[in-house]
């Protein structure tokens, strides 16, 4: 178990506001909460791995966010140039789409439950086999039924490991670049600040 954090997750989100919104110094709000720079700057803006395990900061959060919010603007202008007929079949195309993708994430979940049922009959049938005779028939038939469920629970899990493992390539494939500041909220690139 780690260490009881030395603030309230109140005072972090206080912490954190101030510096990502208001743009106040990791070293000053140091200082005022009597927390060390280091354990700020890990929490407000995580490495790579720390983001793996505590998930994404806010301000990754805000920028993909705005980044979407600009691409899904985009993209609702774009349908609106299209003749009426053209957006019934955009309109028709995505909820094909949605239901497909709805009734994938349900066979996964059935997959995942039906894998996990049968581990779990094959957990059992392991005590079936002698571990003084593993080779003795009944042992070979209880291995055989081992094989078996192993290879059917495997199967049933293969929509929903297929589901996360093309998700996670994708997240990986779309990773933004965070930028620092909050200038790119403002379209502000980094030629703009170099020229200011």
């Given at each position: 178990m780690g260490r009881k954090s030395a603030l309230t997750p109140e005072q972090w989100a206080e912490v954190e506001r101030r510096h990502l919104v208001e743009g106040e110094s990791i070293n000053s709000l140091a200082k005022e909460f009597g927390v060390v720079e280091s354990v700020i700057r890990r929490k407000i803006k995580p490495n790579k791995a720390e983001q793996e395990k505590f998930g994404k900061s806010l301000s990754v959060l805000a920028f993909e966010k705005v980044e979407a919010d600009k691409k899904s603007k985009a993209i609702a202008e774009h349908i609106a140039e299209l003749p009426m007929v053209r957006q019934t079949t955009f309109n028709d195309l995505t909820e094909q789409l949605r239901s497909i993708s709805s009734h994938l994430a349900g066979a996964a979940n059935f997959g995942a439950a039906t894998s996990h049922r049968l581990a779990g009959i094959a957990h059992a049938k392991v005590q079936e086999i002698d571990d003084a005779a593993p080779l003795s028939p009944a042992s070979i038939e209880a291995l055989k039924g081992v094989a078996a469920l192993t290879r059917l629970a495997n199967d049933a899990a293969s929509t929903g490991?297929?589901?996360?493992?093309?998700?996670?390539?994708?997240?990986?494939?779309?990773?933004?670049?965070?930028?620092?500041?909050?200038?790119?909220?403002?379209?502000?690139?980094?030629?703009?600040?170099?020229?200011?």
């Open positions: 490991l297929n589901l996360l493992a093309a998700n996670k390539d994708q997240a990986k494939a779309q990773a933004p670049e965070v930028p620092t500041g909050l200038g790119f909220l403002y379209g502000e690139t980094s030629d703009d600040k170099a020229g200011a």
